[in-house]
């Protein structure tokens, strides 16, 4: 009798660690503030855009494709909300307006967003570049 409470104990043990996982995406209370800066000069930036991906720390793909959700920038932030706790992978696309509006700059990375951030905002810096 014994051995069946235990193992019922280990089971259900076992079922509520595994459900109280969760997985980077939507659906939480963190905000990632994205900071976008020209890592070549200090010219002006336009036209940015943020890409997302959740839950990854590699470019899911070499272009714009793959990316689960993406943000235009206000000034040279872009901010992303109702995220839970995980890895997520940012690309950013802007322009140097001094050079010319079509001369394309990116960076992208991977971004932790740690359980003690799980329910603030969190900030990622990126300098982009030809």
Do not use: E
Not at 30 to 42: D, E, F, L, M, Q
């Amino acid at each position: 009798m014994k051995t069946k409470i235990l193992f019922s104990v280990i089971v259900a043990s076992m079922i509520f660690i595994i459900g109280s996982c969760t997985k980077a995406g939507t659906g939480g209370n963190a905000t990632v503030v994205c900071n976008v800066s020209n890592g070549i000069n200090n010219d002006k930036l336009s036209n940015i855009t943020v890409y997302i991906k959740y839950g990854q720390s590699t470019a899911p793909s070499q272009n714009t494709t793959g990316y689960d959700d993406q943000k235009q920038a206000v000034g040279t932030k872009a901010t992303f909300t109702g995220l839970k706790q995980g890895t997520y992978y940012f690309l950013v696309i802007a322009y140097d307006s001094a050079v010319s509006k079509t001369a394309q700059m990116s960076t992208s990375g991977p971004f932790s967003l740690t359980h003690a951030n799980r329910n603030g905002t969190s900030t990622a810096n990126f300098a982009v570049s030809y």
